[in-house]
C-alpha cells in the first residue's frame, strides 16, 4: 500500500535525505519518496502504519508529517477505498522555539537540542535561539521608549500604532541582551591560558638569547619541571574541553578539527611528561647539550591558546548576530 503525507519544516536536500532516512527506519516502512518542492512524502508500506508513529520520528527535528491521502494498490472494495482516500488527519503542532538551541554549522539541519552543550557532530558549541524580546523588559534600567520609525516625534512609553500613520512603534533603543555566559567563560579560560603560556614560551624560546640567562639561574631540568606545572592548568582546566570535544568525535566516528587538536595538543603534552620522567628510553639525538630531553609544552599549550582565541572570536560574533536577530524581532 502507498500512502501520500504532507510534509513541511525542509530547507534542503540535506533535510530531505535526513527525513527520508528517519522514516525509512520505521518498521512496516519499505521505500520514502519526498519531493521537496511540492511538499510531500509517498511511502511504500507492507502495513499501515499510524500518523503518530512517523511523527515521533520526527519530534527531534522541525519536519512535520500529515497524512494527505491514501490508495492501496491490493484489491478493496471501491466504497473503502474511497473513504480511505479522502481520509485527512489534521494536528496542531508547535513551532515554539524558545529555550531551545541549535548547531551554528547546521550539521543536523535544523534539529534543536533542549538544553546547551556541544554538537554531537562537530563539537561546536550550541547557541540559543534568539527570542523577540518581551515589552516588560527593561534597557540600562529605564522604561523602553518606543517611537514611530516615520514620525519619531511620536514617543510612547508603550508598544502600538503611531498615531499618525498607524505603523507599529519600535523600541527606541535595544533592549539589553542577557549575559553571554559563553562568552565569559571562553573569555576566562583564555586570560587562564594566555597567563600561563606566555612563561613557557619565554622559558622555551631562552635558548636563542644568546648565553642563556635562564640557565645562570636554574639548570635545564628544572625549567622543564616548572614548565609542566605551568602547563597543567591550560591543558586540564582552559583546554580541556577540546579533549572532551575530541574523544567525543573519537567514539562517534564523526572525526573534526577538534579531533586533530586533542591529538596534537596531547602527544605533545604526554611526550614531554614521558621525556621528564623517563629520559633513559630516548636515543642521544632526542637530548639536550644538558642530557634532558627536548620538551614540548610550549607547543601544547601555544595552541590550545590560539584557538581558544578563535573561540572565544566566535562567540563574540554569534552573540551580536544573535543580538541583530533579537533587535529585528
Not at 523600541?171 to 562568552?183: D, L, R, S, V, W
Request: proline residues 6%; contains cysteine; hydrophobic residues 40%.
Amino acid at each position: 500500500m502507498t500512502h501520500t503525507y504532507n510534509i513541511t519544516g525542509m530547507t534542503c536536500n540535506g533535510c530531505v535525505a535526513k527525513a527520508k532516512s528517519l522514516l525509512s527506519a520505521v518498521a512496516g516502512v519499505e521505500n520514502v519518496s519526498i519531493d521537496l518542492a511540492k511538499g510531500e512524502a509517498t511511502l511504500d508500506m507492507k502495513k499501515h502504519v499510524p500518523t503518530t508513529e512517523l511523527k515521533s520520528v520526527l519530534k527531534d527535528y522541525k519536519y512535520k508529517i500529515e497524512k494527505k491521502k491514501v490508495s492501496h494498490a491490493m484489491n478493496q472494495p471501491a466504497a473503502k477505498a474511497e473513504n480511505e482516500s479522502t481520509h485527512t488527519h489534521v494536528h496542531k503542532t508547535s513551532n515554539n522555539s524558545d529555550g531551545k538551541y541549535y548547531c551554528p554549522m547546521h550539521c543536523e539541519g535544523d534539529k534543536m537540542y533542549d538544553k546547551p552543550g556541544d554538537c554531537p557532530v562537530c563539537g561546536m558549541s550550541l547557541e540559543k535561539v534568539p527570542s523577540a524580546p518581551s515589552t516588560s523588559e527593561r534597557a540600562g534600567g529605564e522604561v523602553t521608549k518606543y517611537t514611530c520609525p516615520m514620525h519619531p516625534e511620536i514617543i510612547r512609553d508603550a508598544p502600538g500604532s503611531c498615531p499618525i500613520c498607524g505603523m507599529d512603534l519600535v523600541p527606541m533603543q535595544p533592549i539589553a541582551e542577557e549575559e553571554n555566559k559563553t562568552y565569559n567563560e571562553l573569555l576566562k579560560k583564555f586570560r587562564i591560558a594566555v597567563a600561563f603560556t606566555i612563561p613557557i614560551l619565554i622559558i622555551a624560546m631562552s635558548d636563542m638569547i644568546p648565553d642563556n640567562p635562564l640557565l645562570k639561574m636554574l639548570s635545564q631540568e628544572k625549567w622543564n619541571w616548572i614548565q609542566m606545572v605551568l602547563s597543567i592548568p591550560v591543558v586540564f582546566y582552559a583546554g580541556w574541553m577540546f579533549f572532551k570535544r575530541a574523544w567525543k568525535s573519537v567514539i562517534t566516528w564523526n572525526l573534526n578539527m577538534f579531533t586533530l587538536i586533542g591529538i596534537g595538543t596531547g602527544v605533545a603534552f604526554l611526550f614531554s611528561v614521558i621525556a621528564m620522567l623517563f629520559p633513559g628510553i630516548f636515543p642521544n639525538q632526542f637530548k639536550t647539550e644538558s642530557g634532558t630531553v627536548f620538551v614540548y609544552f610550549e607547543a601544547a599549550t601555544v595552541i590550545l591558546a590560539l584557538v581558544l582565541l578563535g573561540q572565544l572570536l566566535e562567540a563574540r560574533a554569534h552573540s551580536r548576530t544573535s543580538g541583530a536577530i533579537k533587535e529585528l524581532l
